[in-house]
């Protein structure tokens, strides 16, 4: 018989679980599980032709950071409780007041970056069949809010959400969301609102609701989605999709279609916001090969908006550049190729080129820009380092009427499972 995991719980919790059998023995602390990821990130960006008020000519820093995530299960019964717990932690390796900034470690008063930093966040759930509500440190993953872990640490959110899929295919979410803690902040703060690559400081909004839902269909091969989004007093938003898989002989072809469109909201803090935004991405893949084309256009008076600072899906955003800024329209193009098919498990790569014109800078001329990345990804797949994951990215993006970027990225990731 295999022998279950054996959990040492501190003497008074031992204690007091003892007072409710059921509930220690039938899934709260039974149907609980940790992991401990620990990733080493150095970030490195440098800039010419600067544009814009900040004149630093390059971000670089490196640092350290621990992520412990706990899922309690449940107490018994047809509704069930429990509590979930993130952990965060990062460290600085090496910065400097003139290559600070880059989003990996807080900024402080003198301009320079935090020794450490470290956030804890508790979320208390409860499940009645299919759906369940939480309440407290959240990660949203939505199509209006798309959880955006780019940097050393991930970002998060504090209020309430609740999922639902008690219908076969249709999974539905909504929430209400009061503050958020950013990627290289400990705090919670109140939310901020970006126009295409614009930090909008000078508005903040108390709240982000969101509602909406995915429903699969045609065996799973298809896909429908319909979101609202709303930053309060700053914009309301709203997001259809849709996501086809077409088997062809050897080749598994996809497309991935979506619409936005944006109004401001409320006391409209910002002013006026009238966007639209397109994209349409087309893929084909055979064997270890993966081809993408996209198109993405945006449309109306001003850039695509979304909650500082997160990427979204939109088919060409890519963490450099978004190509979302007014009236753009870009083109991508992608090559993918997974090394298994080569007998080299755990090895990949992706090559991009995405191209943008058409963007109305508001100082007389046509703004254009262009971006390559190159990302090569390794798992260690044996020995004492099995699953070690090493990531590289290097991007060369230009513009000219945004500052130039030259980016390398070195990530470093291992992850324990606890229990």
């Given amino acids: 018989m295999k022998k279950k995991p054996c959990v040492l719980l501190p003497v008074g919790l031992t204690a ?20 401990l990821q620990a990733r080493t990130y150095y970030f490195s960006r440098d800039y010419s032709d600067i544009v814009g008020a900040s004149q630093q000519s390059k971000a670089e820093e490196w640092a350290q950071g621990f992520i412990l995530n706990f899922k309690s299960g449940y107490t018994p019964g047809p509704l069930g409780f429990g509590v979930d717990a993130l952990g965060l932690l990062g460290i600085k390796l090496d910065s400097s007041p003139e290559r600070g900034n880059s989003g990996l470690l807080p900024v402080q008063d003198d301009g320079r970056a935090a020794d450490e930093y470290s956030r804890l966040g508790l979320t208390l759930k409860a499940r009645l069949s299919k759906t369940e509500l939480r309440v407290g440190e959240l990660q949203p993953n939505l199509p209006v809010l798309t959880f955006s872990d780019i940097r050393l640490l991930p970002p998060s959110y504090q209020g309430l959400g609740i999922t639902s899929g008690e219908i076969d295919g249709l999974s539905l979410q909504a929430g209400h969301l009061t503050s958020t803690s950013l990627r ?11 126009l295409g690559h614009l930090p909008q400081r000078q508005a903040s909004s108390d709240a982000f609701n969101y509602v909406g839902g995915d429903y699969q269909f045609n065996a799973g091969r298809s896909s429908l989605s319909l979101w609202y989004g709303q930053l309060e007093d700053i914009y309301a938003q709203g997001f259809v999709g849709l996501k086809h898989s077409q088997a062809l002989g050897d080749w ?22 009238d966007n639209r935004a397109f994209f349409a991405l087309l893929s084909a893949r055979r064997g270890g090969h993966a081809f993408h084309l996209g198109y993405q256009g945006i449309y109306g008076d001003q850039a695509f908006p979304r909650v500082f600072a997160n990427i979204t899906p939109l088919g060409n955003e890519v963490p450099t550049f978004e190509f979302a800024s007014a009236d753009e329209r870009s083109w991508q193009v992608r090559y993918d190729y997974d090394f298994a098919a080569l007998g080299l498990p755990g090895l990949s790569s992706t090559l991009r080129y995405i191209r943008g014109d058409n963007v109305d800078t508001g100082l007389g001329y046509e703004g254009r820009d262009r971006e390559r990345d190159l990302d090569i990804a390794y798992v260690v797949q044996s020995g004492a380092l099995r699953g070690l994951g090493i990531r590289l990215r290097n991007v060369a993006a230009r513009s000219n009427y945004r500052s130039d970027i030259d980016e390398n990225r070195l990530i470093l990731s291992y992850t324990w499972s606890l229990f």
């Fill in 16 to 35: 007091g679980l003892a007072q409710f059998p059921a509930l220690a023995g039938e899934g709260l602390i039974e149907g609980a599980s940790a992991t």
């Fill in 184 to 194: 290289n902040e400990a705090g919670d703060d109140r939310m901020l609102a970006m």
């Fill in 252 to 273: 598994l072809l996809g497309a991935n279609l979506g619409y936005y469109s944006a109004r401001e909201d409320g006391q409209g803090r910002l002013g006026e916001i």
